[in-house]
């Protein structure tokens, strides 16, 4: 019973507080005396119970049921555990978890409390069949994402492509690592099993059963977590021996890794981080990566003028987005995005590039990129930037989708600024 009631609290910590999955994992399992075994049924229940969010939300909101939200999480995660997860709970952990949520509503008893439990699945369908199969309501439940971004999806790449990125985002994502070359070699790091060779130059993939962190190729920073399309992104870069790049984010990434390693150190990079934290962690990753050329510091777009004093090669510009492609990595990434913050992040990224583009050197290139799947803030924002910049022309753009090769969800555009003022 203990493990339900942890699963039940972390999850009313995320619904109700707005916490996130580690977090509130953290918080919540303190106060609860749980075995190693125990501890892994309650994060693997809560995670499934995530997952499958937005569907066991309608099954008990049919059900019509008296419930405080403490009853109400311990529903959705025995009902989740049921019906997807599978585990057989122990009989008196199950008949408390019962019981419970029998005293939580006069007018539920042990029978309708069964049968509720029985009926979610009718026929083999856990999704109610009023619902049609051809909607996107049915798309929702079924892959437990929110109506407007199938809406959006769907008019922005069609509905067979969007059926695609939402299956692809409801399997796991693999664990692309690319070989710090600084260090070692990828044949080096093949030596251990538990990496298979990744499809672009020196990258690998992770297939361990030990958390990557803990690995000792991770450790000794002989392998970074790197998305596979930021790998392919970089190879296109045009960069000159001993050149000069601007990376300016605002959410964390390993751009800045990826550069050093990709010139073999070859290159000074000014980093520019948003904030004290950040802007120290990526000093101490660069003394561990073995990291040459390197100067970070804080800086809003509007501040990076104190900060740069001569225009640059290349200037790679990483602001805050949607980021869609941790939709597949945080079980309750849709607890917390909200519609209504895509325009004030669009906003944000128009400001990054047009304050980046001021430091790119003529004949220089201009690289934007964020990790999501939306043309709002890719395309269109490229679109609407080269409308106001005649000086610069997109050479290339691309859209990566997670059923592809590349395993991402992420957009980038590559921009070049002319050598002849207009």
Known sequence: MEALLAARDALREIVQNDTLFTTAIKKTFSSHPLSAED??????????T?????????????????????QRCLLLIVLGNEIFLKRRLDDVALKAAKKELILADNNLTEERLEAF?????????????????????????KYNTPQWLIHMWQKHFGRPVTTKILSANARPLIQACRVNTLLTTRE??????DFIEGPIENTVIYRGRTPLKKKAQYLDCSVFQQRLGVKKIIDNLPM????????????????????AVHTNNE??????????????????????????????????????????SAPVDCVICLPECSKFDLIRSLPDFFIHFHQASLDTLITKQKLAIQECSRF??????????????????????VIDFLSHHPEFVLDNERQFLPFEEYNVSS????????????
Do not use: Q, W
């Open 240 to 259: 000159p021996p001993n050149g000069s790049c601007l990376i300016y984010e605002e959410r964390p990434n390993a751009f800045y890794i990826e550069m």
């Open 411 to 422: 957009y980038a555009a590559l921009l070049r600024k002319s050598t002849v003022k207009k």
């Open 39 to 48: 501890e892994s049924f309650a994060r693997t229940a809560l995670s499934s």
């Open 117 to 141: 439990l029985s009926s979610a699945i009718k026929d083999g369908k856990i999704i109610p069949p009023e619902i049609d199969e051809n909607s996107v309501e049915y798309l929702s439940f």
């Open 188 to 193: 080096k790091v093949l030596e251990d099993p």
């Open 50 to 70: 995530l997952h499958h969010y937005l569907l066991l939300n309608r099954l008990v909101d049919d059900a019509e049921l008296s419930l405080s939200i403490d």
């Open 360 to 381: 790119v050197m003529d004949g220089g290139a201009l690289l934007y990129s964020v990790n999501t799947i939306n043309n709002k803030e890719g395309h269109f924002v």
């Open 267 to 308: 290159i000074f990079l000014s980093v520019a981080a948003n904030s004290m934290e950040r802007r120290l962690d990526i000093r101490k990753a660069a003394r561990d990566y073995h990291i040459a050329h390197i100067e970070v510091f804080e800086s809003t777009p509007e501040l990076l003028i104190t900060h740069i």
